[in-house]
């Protein structure tokens, strides 16, 4: 049977006929096939949380995108309202004007 690598820091032994890989006390570790498992299963959930991370942070600065935008036409919407308002104003004493004249 063929599976992934795995460094063994230890030293590795044979009991019950599976190859067993010890830590620097002596400790067991489980055997070649758990381990190469666990560092898989493990990979594997790190690819995903940096996935999910990635994925938080985009729609981040989608929303942050968004709200800049809401606010660029919040600022350009005040300064046409400003405007119109002194259009109007303009307007109104141009008519007083005119109608003091008559």
């Known amino acids: 049977m063929i599976v992934d690598s795995i460094e063994c820091r230890g030293r590795l032994g044979v009991r019950g006929g ?14 070649h096939i758990a ?10 959930a790190r ?9 938080e942070e985009h729609a981040r600065q989608e ?4 709200a800049a935008e809401s606010e660029r036409r919040a600022q350009e919407e005040q ?9 109007v104003k303009a307007l109104e004493e141009a008519l007083r004007r005119m ?4």
Do not use: F, V
């Open 18 to 31: 599976e190859i067993i890989c010890y830590d620097e006390e002596g400790n067991p570790l489980g055997n």
């Open 35 to 44: 381990l190469a498992k666990a560092l898989r299963d493990e990979e594997r």
């Open 47 to 55: 690819q995903e949380a940096e996935a999910r991370a990635a994925e």
């Open 63 to 66: 929303a942050e995108a968004r």
């Open 79 to 87: 300064r046409a309202r400003m405007a119109l308002e002194e259009r």
């Open 99 to 102: 109608q003091q004249a008559e």
